[in-house]
């Protein structure tokens, strides 16, 4: 088991989607299988559905905008272990600003002007297969003027589809009433039934009362920025009282991820997992593969449970089977001075997540 491990968001990615050697004159291009190209021409058959920045066209003429935080809002941009779909965004109608088609150039160059080293992805998605807005050629212009932004062409989202018709057609949007076809990958949802089989124990609202026990309603929070030992950091806090730290930190093709349980300040329980890919498995069914296939990578699935309060306890995971204890002291201490660093991100800057 490797214990906090450093992982890269993402490499040097060169995104491309879209077809435009049919293109003719009413028409910018077409929509087909999306395609990675890394930097040494490795191709990924998988798309790339959110980048840090993300329009959506919406029609001919229509061109809607949403920013993700790419560890805040605990999305890890070009990035995920479920290629087949994309995450969850809790996009909301607010969240999404329509640009000008006029004004769309000017927004790129103020929203841009400060990059210069970092890589930036840019997704484009769209409601039709065959691309007509005229957005879609200054962005392109865009990106072809800046080595550091890479472009992804891709058909919209489930979630941006519901959401974009919903703020163009002036209507209420409840996500709860949606019966999603697609869904979202299944790292977030994972980590959610993770936290709520977590949580603490139910309270009585009162000793004499004849109401039925109920959950405390907790507030979550994330932190803006990326934990430089959790990636996305998120806090749940029964009113200003810090009860569980949520972690999850998103590889090229690896995650890890850890939840911290706290009961008047004190850490009673911590759990770590890591899932890495088994590249001499890969290498040795695939010896002369010049593509990187993700559907064929298996991946390793270690975890690691400790219970602190009232006696302590160990348990290790490897693939879902209960294996003998390998964690040490220290390892255990850098997992503990990783969530105290988290305890005090929050502490110093925290964001309440709303719709949730």
Same mark, same amino acid.
């Given at each position: *088991?490797?214990?906090?491990?450093?992982?890269?968001?993402?490499?040097?990615?060169?995104?491309?989607?879209?077809?435009?050697?049919?293109?003719?004159?009413?028409?910018?291009?077409?929509?087909?299988?999306?395609?990675?190209?890394?930097?040494?021409?490795?191709?990924?058959?998988?798309?790339?559905?959110?980048?840090?920045?993300?329009?959506?066209?919406?029609?001919?003429?229509?061109?809607?905008?949403?920013?993700?935080?790419?560890?805040?809002?605990?999305?890890?941009?070009?990035?995920?272990?479920?290629?087949?779909?994309?995450?969850?965004?809790?996009?909301?109608?607010?969240?999404?600003?329509?640009?000008?088609?006029?004004?769309?150039?000017?927004?790129?160059?103020?929203?841009?002007?400060?990059?210069?080293?970092?890589?930036?992805?840019?997704?484009?998605?769209?409601?039709?297969?065959?691309?007509?807005?005229?957005?879609?050629?200054?962005? *392109?212009?865009?990106?072809?003027?800046?080595?550091?932004?890479?472009?992804?062409?891709?058909?919209?989202?489930?979630?941006?589809?519901?959401?974009?018709?919903?703020? *163009?057609?002036?209507?209420?949007?409840?996500?709860?009433?949606?019966?999603?076809?697609?869904?979202?990958?299944?790292?977030?949802?994972?980590?959610?039934?993770?936290?709520?089989?977590?949580?603490?124990?139910?309270?009585?609202?009162?000793?004499?009362?004849?109401?039925?026990?109920?959950?405390?309603?907790?507030?979550?929070?994330?932190?803006?920025?990326?934990?430089?030992?959790?990636?996305?950091?998120?806090?749940?806090?029964?009113?200003?009282?810090?009860?569980?730290?949520?972690?999850?930190?998103?590889?090229?093709?690896?995650?890890?991820?850890?939840?911290?349980?706290?009961?008047?300040?004190?850490?009673?329980?911590?759990?770590?997992?890591?899932?890495?890919?088994?590249?001499?498995?890969?290498?040795?069914?695939?010896?002369?593969?010049?593509?990187?296939?993700?559907?064929?990578?298996?991946?390793?699935?270690?975890?690691?449970?400790?219970?602190?309060?009232?006696?302590?306890?160990?348990?290790?995971?490897?693939?879902?089977?209960?294996?003998?204890?390998?964690?040490?002291?220290?390892?255990?201490?850098?997992?503990?001075?990783?969530?105290?660093? *988290?305890?005090?991100?929050?502490?110093?800057?925290?964001?309440?997540?709303?719709?949730?």
């Amino acid at each position: *088991m490797r214990i906090l491990k450093t992982l890269s968001p993402f490499l040097f990615l060169a995104l491309a989607a879209c077809n435009t050697s049919e293109a003719e004159k009413d028409y910018l291009c077409v929509i087909k299988s999306p395609v990675i190209h890394f930097k040494d021409s490795l191709d990924f058959s998988e798309p790339v559905f959110y980048g840090q920045n993300n329009f959506i066209l919406y029609d001919s003429k229509t061109i809607l905008y949403h920013e993700i935080n790419c560890y805040g809002d605990g999305i890890g941009c070009g990035t995920g272990m479920d290629y087949s779909k994309p995450g969850k965004l809790y996009l909301t109608p607010e969240k999404l600003i329509e640009i000008k088609y006029s004004e769309l150039d000017q927004f790129l160059k103020t929203k841009f002007k400060r990059i210069k080293h970092n890589t930036h992805i840019i997704s484009i998605g769209s409601s039709t297969d065959t691309v007509r807005n005229p957005g879609y050629t200054i962005l *392109m212009n865009f990106k072809n003027r800046h080595k550091n932004i890479l472009v992804s062409v891709r058909k919209w989202t489930e979630e941006e589809e519901y959401v974009a018709t919903t703020k *163009m057609k002036n209507k209420e949007y409840d996500p709860a009433k949606i019966k999603w076809k697609v869904g979202f990958a299944d790292g977030d949802e994972w980590i959610k039934e993770r936290r709520i089989q977590f949580l603490p124990p139910v309270v009585e609202d009162s000793e004499n009362s004849p109401k039925p026990a109920t959950k405390r309603k907790l507030t979550k929070y994330f932190y803006p920025n990326m934990s430089a030992c959790g990636g996305a950091v998120y806090g749940y806090y029964d009113d200003t009282t810090l009860v569980e730290i949520d972690s999850k930190y998103g590889g090229e093709f690896s995650l890890t991820y850890q939840t911290v349980q706290y009961d008047q300040g004190k850490i009673i329980s911590l759990i770590y997992g890591e899932e890495f890919p088994k590249w001499d498995d890969y290498h040795r069914k695939y010896p002369n593969s010049t593509e990187i296939d993700p559907k064929n990578l298996t991946y390793t699935n270690d975890r690691v449970e400790i219970d602190f309060y009232p006696v302590k306890k160990i348990r290790t995971f490897s693939n879902k089977k209960r294996i003998k204890n390998s964690i040490t002291e220290e390892k255990i201490q850098q997992l503990l001075d990783c969530a105290k660093q *988290m305890e005090e991100e929050l502490a110093r800057e925290k964001e309440i997540v709303k719709n949730d």
